[in-house]
């Protein structure tokens, strides 16, 4: 056996999974909805208390807290951050749909064939737990550090609540690195779902809704108005076509081709001219793409496309990183992070670890754009089922990932001798 799967053996013997299923259940039932994150930070203060993290509580905004916490090294070796979000999407529907069933309740954590279910299980509180737990298996299997393990759990991720979902959380976080109030990690896992595959590179977005304004008019005198929504399908045809240029450019391996989706429109009425037309849309970018300069770009092709006589609005609604939405981000596939971690990964579970892209965007580029640290996403959980009412984690998965992380964390932060 080579000295990972050594590694990987004692760990494995050392693992309490009744222990880690009951840290996850208790996370999952701490209904933490966007804007409620105290929940997930008061389950979670105690748990980093026993394991001597020192966690300290911070408001990014009032009665809204993150919280952090630290295991300093005794050696010399990296400092690795594990960031998470608190928050999770509103259940919806999910109580009536499953009416009667095991999981009604979005928040009841329901063991169903070896799965927990419940909103915020995949996203992202079994990636939390795991980071957490990981630190837990290590001390339970005798092991020291010479490096440093960090934790971020922050606010403010999940778009959909009023007045929220605009990354205040990890702005607050990223402010306090990019001063020196807090240290800065060496290296980041972000711990959103991805079935504990290796994600170093992510797309980055935007978000434009674009208003329309002509003149309405009675149908019987259509010469008296000025037709927005004709205007509209001029400017959308546009758009499609400029979309088309950019997926005809480069392809990114791992994310594939750039892209603009119309996602919705509305105008007129019944019997006049539509005096006002509104449509929205949404961009993908890959690494390497400006989001100054690619909606600059698309600007120019909805202002040209539109008759004189029309008036035009474009406004950038969902920013995050950058005010006009969603950096792209990542690193490069043969960093250590990715294939240390990939490396530890496939020691527990040969199927796992794979390298791949993001095909959704998350809080990454605070890290890697804006504070220069590597920075990958890596946890379990299938994104493709979250904001669902079929979200769950297998258990399997869950504990495989702790033994996955607390093995990256030992070869990457060094063993001292016992």
């Known amino acids: ?14 693992l309490d999974a009744e222990a880690a299923t009951t840290m996850l259940a208790r996370a999952v039932q701490a209904a933490s909805v966007t804007g409620d994150e105290a929940r997930m930070v008061a389950m979670l203060q105690p748990e980093m208390d026993r394991l001597g993290l020192s966690p300290r509580v911070e408001e ?14 005794g050696g010399n070796g990296p400092d690795i951050l594990f960031m998470g979000h608190t928050d999770v999407v509103h259940p919806k529907d999910w109580a009536s749909y499953w009416a009667g069933q095991v999981q009604h309740d979005p928040f009841g954590a329901a063991v169903i064939e070896g799965e927990l279910w419940g909103r915020g299980a995949a996203d992202l509180k ?7 737990s990981a630190i837990g298996l290590l001390d339970r299997a005798g092991f020291r550090l010479a490096g440093s393990v960090s934790f971020a759990f922050v606010g403010d991720e999940e778009s959909g ?12 976080w990223s402010d306090a690195v990019a001063t020196g109030r807090l240290p800065r990690p060496d290296m980041a896992i972000y711990t959103e779902p991805t079935r504990l595959q290796v994600l170093p590179v992510q797309i980055g977005f935007f978000i434009a809704d674009v208003v329309l304004t002509g003149q309405s008019a009675y149908f019987g005198r259509p010469d008296l108005g000025r037709d927005a929504l004709k205007a509209a399908h001029q400017v959308i045809q546009a758009i499609w076509g400029h979309s088309d240029r950019r997926a005809d450019g480069a392809e ?21 001219v539509p005096g006002e037309a509104r449509f929205s849309m949404i961009g993908k970018l890959l690494p390497g793409d400006s989001l100054d300069a690619v909606t ?3 600007e120019a092709v909805i202002r040209t496309a539109c008759p004189a006589d029309i008036g035009v609005d474009i406004t950038f609604p969902a920013g995050r990183d950058h005010p006009r939405g969603g950096s792209p981000a990542g690193i490069d596939v043969d960093h250590a992070l990715v294939t240390g971690l990939s490396a530890c990964i496939q ?10 892209g993001a095909p959704f965007w998350s809080e990454m580029p605070f890290l890697i754009e804006r504070l220069g640290i590597p920075a990958v996403y890596c946890a379990p959980g299938d994104i493709s089922i979250c904001h669902t009412n079929f979200e769950r984690v297998p258990l399997q998965d869950y504990h495989d990932g702790i033994v996955a992380f607390a093995a990256f964390i030992a070869t990457t932060c060094g063993i001292l001798p016992e």
Do not use: K
């Not at 990014?60 to 090294?73: A, E, H, M, S, T």
């Not at 020691?347 to 791949?356: K, T």
């Open 252 to 272: 990114h391996p791992l994310l594939g081709r750039a892209f603009t989706l119309v996602t919705g429109l509305e105008a007129g009425g019944l019997i006049a």
């Open 1 to 14: 056996m080579t000295g990972v799967q050594n590694l990987v053996a004692r760990l494995s013997a050392s």
């Open 347 to 356: 020691a527990v579970r040969p199927d796992r670890g794979r390298v791949e």
């Open 296 to 298: 600059q770009e698309l």
């Open 126 to 132: 079994a990636g939390i737990c795991t980071a957490l």
């Open 161 to 172: 609540e009023s007045g929220s979902g605009i990354s205040a959380g990890v702005r607050h």
């Open 60 to 73: 990014f905004l009032p009665g809204r807290p993150n919280i952090i916490g630290r295991r300093p090294g």
